[in-house]
């Protein structure tokens, strides 16, 4: 299979920082992406890994680790604007399988 | 650059109806992909269209299907409507084969009534 796991809801304070976790299954897989969406938004590209190790762009940075089928994106100083939804996804641009999504909530 | 576009915002329709959505990819990207996003889920993938071909199919009856034009703008129709078409339609444009970054549209909210 194709699925994707991940965390239905995290809560965390401004200037935080947060992880959200995704294991996946083995099959076919290709990398790791992470996308972003606010309430009825569209979602919006973060972050992508084809290869283990950490990739960084400001303050979201993404991992991931072929040998254990997980990656993790990681929050840093958390904004009341990065309440949204979370999804990681698997396959090339032309045809992705989404998780479920992580809703993320930013306390003041 | 305009983005991805997709029209209309939002739809009504009774069950048994057909729909049409639409949508323009960003300039330069030569692929649409369609998704449906139920609520409180992540987007389930329809189909992608690449030289007004579709290309791969994501567990979805007949009833999806779909057209790209020659100028990479698509349009997916749904025929025969029921309740559980209720949904956010999403389109998502890209270029080349192995890119990785899809960019989407605001979508169209279908409301099967």
């Known amino acids: 299979g194709q699925s994707l796991e991940q965390p239905s809801e995290v809560t965390a304070v401004e200037g935080a920082i947060v992880q959200i976790n995704c294991t996946y299954q083995?099959?076919?897989?290709?990398?790791l992406s992470w996308y972003q969406q606010h309430d009825g938004g569209a979602p919006t590209f973060l972050s992508y890994?084809?290869?283990?190790g950490l990739e960084e762009t400001g303050r979201f940075s993404s991992f991931l680790s072929r040998s254990d089928s997980y990656g993790y994106l990681l929050l840093q100083e958390l904004q009341m604007k990065d309440s949204a939804s979370y999804f990681c996804s698997r396959g090339t641009a032309r045809q992705l399988t989404f998780g479920s999504g992580t809703q993320l909530t930013v306390l003041p | 650059d305009a983005g991805v576009t997709q029209s209309p915002t939002h739809l009504i329709k009774t069950r048994g109806q057909q729909v049409t959505l639409r949508c323009s990819p960003k300039s330069g990207h030569d692929t649409v992909s369609w998704y449906q996003q139920a609520l409180g889920q992540g987007p389930q993938f329809i189909f992608q269209y690449y030289e007004e071909e579709e290309r791969q199919r994501g567990n979805f009856p007949d009833r999806f299907s779909g057209h790209q034009f020659p100028n990479y703008s698509s349009e997916l129709n749904v025929n025969a409507l029921l309740l559980g078409d209720s949904a956010l339609y999403l389109c998502?444009?890209?270029?080349?084969?192995?890119?990785?970054?899809?960019?989407f549209g605001q979508g169209t909210r279908l409301t099967v009534v």
């Open positions: 890994n084809g290869l283990d």
């Open positions: 998502a444009s890209s270029l080349g084969r192995l890119n990785t970054e899809a960019f």
């Open positions: 083995t099959s076919g897989f290709y990398g």
